[in-house]
């Protein structure tokens, strides 16, 4: 026999009727009050897996344009700062979660131009350097090359200063 069935036989003066229109209304509204509770927290779940990424953009944008870091030990670092950040705000996330986070935080700002992959490295001509300064950008030219073939480009370099000259 349905609910609504029983409702219609009994008296609606008893005390029973009442019990089951009451159990009538908590059945009918279960499932609507189930679907808030889910909708709730999975609402929930999205404004705080947003406010991560949020949070992962800003700290991915300065260390991926750091100079010197290889890309494994910017990864780290963003993800030690994340995990840190996370964890003073008492959320509670596993730290293994937060490799994929920063990887897509990456791809987001690179696809979005905020971050730059290939950073130029500027000099000055090397006309403007001194010698010191032009031997502190060369890589150990000394281990490379022999120290003969150094002294007789010097020589030629002084030769042809000066012939020009005169």
Not at 61 to 86: H, Q, T
Not at 112 to 120: E, I
Request: charged share 25%; net charge negative; proline share 4%.
């Amino acid at each position: 026999m349905d609910l609504t069935q029983l409702i219609n036989s009994v008296d609606h003066s008893s005390p029973l009727y009442y019990v089951l229109i009451a159990v009538y209304i908590v059945t009918m509204l279960t499932p609507y009050l189930k679907g808030l509770a889910k909708n709730a927290k999975l609402s929930h779940l999205a404004n705080r897996s947003a406010y991560i990424f949020e949070e992962a953009k800003e700290i991915v944008a300065p260390i991926a344009n750091e100079v010197g870091l290889a890309n494994a030990d910017r990864r780290e670092k963003a993800v030690d700062k994340l995990y840190a950040f996370l964890t003073s705000h008492k959320i509670n996330v596993k730290r293994n979660d937060l490799y994929a986070v920063v990887e897509t935080a990456y791809q987001y700002m690179k696809q979005h131009g905020y971050l730059s992959d290939k950073q130029p490295i500027t000099t000055p001509s090397p006309e403007d350097l001194s010698e010191e300064q032009l031997n502190a950008l060369t890589p150990n030219a000394d281990a490379f090359e022999n120290k003969e073939v150094i002294e007789n480009e010097k020589q030629e370099q002084a030769n042809d200063n000066t012939k020009e000259g005169e």
